[in-house]
């Protein structure tokens, strides 16, 4: 019900914004030309409007001004719609460029941006003030079997303040009896746990009962039941579980994709990705890239490239360990360059190699790997896909996640892959990007924050 009703106010929001530029260029046209507009350039203005309207909708996607915006501070927000339409200037510019536009004046398209950043902010802090006064946070009640299964479920929920959810404590349930007593006597609107406790007997009787929504934390068997084939037999009801595969017909395709994306990206980025070698010569002894051995499909070897974001020699006296957020190996700029991923562009030839793909699973170094393969089940079957410069944990999880959550997105990705799938990520990868938590380091992990109760 909470995503119908989520999907239906992004779909009022993207109109409005579309309803906002068409009013942004109709006040600058009028500006310039006064209050009839010529008929020539009228028309002008209507064979570029549509690509200007897609253009911008999918610059604002990509900035995030869709998704839980409501829910940041309104400084952020307006600083993210000013950026957002400088770049969509720039943007509508080309598009007058190339469709050879000419009685659409340029004075127009520039004219637009100021009255467009007036308009849209406008527009934007009216929702947000009445967002914020209509918004009420259901109280989320985390629970475990054990003080350990209830730490690591709690860590799931670390950015409570973020959603729409508000924290009501979290609590080691050992049976059905004690889940009733606290539903009686807490204040709570959700309930959230781990699928294996669910599957224990009147567990979710309980919460049915009390007419509580229920929020799962999935397990592998969980995922695998996602991608599910539905076979009866006699009058058995049946899941066929699909394996962690991708035929080879997909593969071959999702190749030819590869080197369609990956070859213009790199001769369209290349003038900037020399700008930024030059800058890591400039500020740090040491070379451009750095090239470290990761393990690809089927446990290969491979190097792979990306441009050096620590200090020389970084791994000489401490060996293979796991960058933190304050790690002094890191580099002043290496730091931006890891912020948002910029560090991770060399790679595009990788992919035009065919050690990677532009989407999969992130390859790993061997010495985490192999301790990973003998303490996190399937892990293993992440290794079934070619790496990718980015993949479905990078855009849902961050650097925090853990490995055993980045697993779970991974086998996701496996198991329902599609080329569909594959544009979504790619997508929200330039959306990721603009998102300081999903770059910080491996120790920058925030504690539950409540107190735990036992019953």
């Not at 491979?302 to 401490?318: C, G, N, P, S, W």
């Amino acid at each position: 019900m909470y995503q119908r009703y989520s999907t239906v106010n992004k779909l009022l929001i993207l109109l409005a914004d579309i309803l906002v530029i068409e009013s942004s260029y109709m006040i600058t046209m009028m500006l310039r030309f006064g209050a009839v507009i010529p008929y020539e350039n009228f028309r002008a203005y209507l064979n570029v409007s549509p690509w200007i309207n897609v253009v911008s909708i999918i610059v604002f996607y990509i900035f995030d001004l869709y998704t839980n915006w409501t829910k940041r501070d309104l400084f952020p927000v307006m600083t993210r719609i000013s950026i957002a339409v400088v770049i969509n200037t720039f943007l509508a510019m080309s598009i007058v460029y190339l469709t050879q536009n000419i009685p659409m004046p340029r004075s127009v398209v520039l004219g637009n941006l100021v009255t467009e950043i007036i308009l849209m902010s406008l527009s934007r802090y009216v929702i947000w003030t009445f967002s914020q006064k209509k918004q009420q946070k259901k109280k989320i009640a985390v629970i475990g079997e054990s003080d350990e299964e209830l730490l690591d479920s709690t860590y799931s929920f670390r950015e409570l303040s973020q959603s729409r959810y508000s924290t009501a404590g979290n609590f080691v349930i050992k049976d059905s009896t004690a889940l009733i007593a606290l539903l009686n006597t807490q204040e709570i609107d959700v309930v959230a746990l781990k699928s294996q406790l669910a599957r224990r007997k009147g567990i979710l009787e309980a919460c049915f009962n009390a007419h509580k929504e229920i929020l799962i934390i999935p397990d592998i068997l969980t995922i695998l039941l996602k991608t599910a084939k539905l076979q009866i037999l006699d009058d058995k009801m049946l899941f066929n579980l699909n394996h962690f595969s991708v035929s080879p017909i997909k593969k071959n395709i999702k190749r030819v994709v590869d080197l369609c994306v990956a070859v213009p990206m790199t001769i369209l980025l290349f003038p900037f990705m020399l700008v930024i070698g030059v800058l890591i010569k400039l500020t740090s002894q040491g070379p451009v890239f750095y090239m470290q051995e990761r393990l690809g499909e089927g446990n290969r070897k491979f190097k792979i490239l990306k441009y050096r974001t620590m200090v020389q020699h970084a791994e000489d006296k401490t060996g293979p360990v796991l960058a933190t957020g304050d790690d002094p190996r890191i580099t002043k700029l290496g730091f931006y360059l890891r912020e948002y991923r910029i560090d991770e562009l060399p790679q595009l030839i990788n992919v035009i190699r065919g050690d990677m793909s532009m989407v999969g699973p992130r390859p790993e170094r061997e010495h985490f790997a192999a301790q990973y393969i003998k303490t996190i089940p399937f892990y293993r079957y992440r290794m079934l896909m070619k790496p990718g410069i980015t993949g479905l944990a990078q855009v849902m999880g961050k650097y925090t996640t853990t490995p055993q959550g980045k697993l779970q997105y991974d086998l996701m990705y496996i198991s329902s892959y599609s080329l569909l799938l594959d544009f979504r990520i790619l997508l929200e990868t330039a959306r990721a990007a603009l998102h300081k938590e999903n770059a910080i380091g491996a120790d920058q992990k925030c504690s539950p924050g409540s107190e735990k109760t036992i019953l």
